[in-house]
């Protein structure tokens, strides 16, 4: 369908080979997550608060960017026997599976 262009914008955005760096959405009001809100300026305190409990956690549980990831994701219009090699783990430079640390998020329902 994406060849033939019949896809709606939605479904166009989420198989965009390359998703911005940064993706923050209020779910609340936008359930299917469309609206990314990381570039609006109302929301750059949440979105600092955002990026320094991500770094807590990066410290706290060992957690890294690979330097040599798995490529991108396997295309969605390819052959599935065209599987990628698989590239080094999130967290292997620090040998994150040895920490037992929650990290600074928690989740109370």
Same mark, same amino acid.
């Given at each position: 369908? #994406?060849?033939?262009?019949?896809?709606? =914008?939605? *479904?166009?955005?989420?198989? !965009?080979?390359? +998703?911005?760096? /940064?993706?923050?959405?209020?779910?609340?009001?936008?359930?299917?997550?469309?609206?990314?809100?990381? #570039?609006?300026?109302?929301?750059?305190? =949440?979105? *600092?608060?955002?990026?320094? !409990?991500?770094? +807590?956690?990066? /410290?706290?549980?060992?957690?890294?960017?690979?330097?040599?990831?798995?490529?991108?994701?396997?295309?969605?219009?390819?052959?599935?026997?065209?599987?990628?090699?698989?590239?080094?783990?999130?967290?292997?430079?620090?040998?994150?599976?040895?920490?037992?640390?929650?990290?600074?998020?928690?989740?109370?329902?």
């Amino acid at each position: 369908m #994406a060849e033939k262009g019949r896809l709606t =914008v939605a *479904q166009r955005q989420l198989t !965009l080979p390359k +998703q911005p760096a /940064e993706l923050l959405f209020n779910v609340k009001n936008d359930p299917y997550q469309l609206n990314n809100l990381a #570039a609006n300026h109302q929301y750059r305190e =949440v979105l *600092q608060q955002i990026r320094r !409990l991500l770094e +807590q956690w990066k /410290e706290q549980t060992g957690d890294t960017v690979p330097a040599k990831p798995t490529p991108d994701r396997q295309p969605l219009h390819d052959s599935i026997e065209k599987m990628l090699p698989r590239g080094e783990y999130p967290g292997a430079a620090r040998n994150a599976t040895m920490i037992n640390h929650p990290g600074p998020v928690s989740f109370n329902p």
